[in-house]
């Protein structure tokens, strides 16, 4: 055996010397490596034969299979080599041609934008938090101040989960707003409370330029003993300046949320005309960003903080809003439609 092993290989070197071209090096490997090959054969034999030749056998088996297959691999890169000579020669080959494009991917404006929203608020000391998309009722509205049957519920167009619990009542849908993570956290957590959640949601709603049915939220919370409406100003003014310029100025005005009180949306002077009027900011001078205010005190009691030692404020915003304000985009369903051509401007 050890024998017919030794004229395998020198059978096997011996003709290998003699292959000039790629094809009948792929004939040499199936006729010396390939599975119906003598050497295969050996090899399945192996479990047939007695245990001390067993091992002799296996060895040098074995040790040929290495040093056939470290000499298709060498003759293999001569070949190539040789190939690439010819063909230099030839001139078949323009080695000045420009190289094969590598496709190189990118950031969508959205991500590039929720990005850079949450670094501002990471370096004031906001945790980035996240949670899910899917969500029940008590979460979006009934722990933020929105009972069943309160009309605040109109401000929100729902896409209801179709499951049914034992009361039969259909308590899930997709969340209208990332606010019902304000609730998860403060039912996790004690105060100090510091937290800035980006993330999905969705609307029922007919899509035009200024509506989608899924579209990115960042929601902010802060609790702790003495937060006031000087610090949601202060934060929220801050932000402003480093997102869209120091020279911004910023204004609040009364608006009403159910899980805020006071609340306020927030707007910054137009960046376009300084203030005087134009038509990204239908000639008012300002643009609404957010909506924010302080944390309402029954929201506070329902996850058991007590609204006597601690406040906070919460906001939130848009985040296609935001891009399409930063990059001057009119048309929000540009985001969603996967145009190349859109997204490669950013
Ligand atoms: N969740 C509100 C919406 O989707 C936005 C909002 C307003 C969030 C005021 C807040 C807030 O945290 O304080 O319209």
Known sequence: MLKKLDEIKSKAIDELSGISDIKALEDWRVRYLGKKSALTQVLRGLSA??????????????ETKDMLEAALAQKSEELKETELALALERGGLDVTLPGRPIPLGRLHPVTQI???ICDIFASM??????GPEVEWDYYNFEALNIPRDHPA???????WIDFENERGERPMLLRTHTSPMQIRIMEKTRPPVR???????YRYE???ATHE???YQIEGLAVDENITLADLKGTLYEFARRLFGAERRVRFRCDYFPFVEPGAEMAIDCFICGGSGCRLCSNTGWIEIMGAGMVHPGVLRGVDYDPDTYTGFAFGMGVERIAMLRYGIDDIRLFYSNDLRFLRQF
């Open 195 to 201: 937290v800035v959640v980006p993330g999905k949601i």
């Open 125 to 130: 000391g906001f945790q980035v938090v996240e």
């Open 206 to 208: 007919a899509t035009d």
């Open 153 to 159: 519920r109109d401000m929100f167009s729902t896409f």
């Open 114 to 116: 929720l990005q850079e």
């Open 213 to 215: 049915t899924m579209l």
């Open 49 to 62: 034969l007695p245990v001390g030749e067993r091992k002799r056998v296996g060895a040098s088996a074995n």
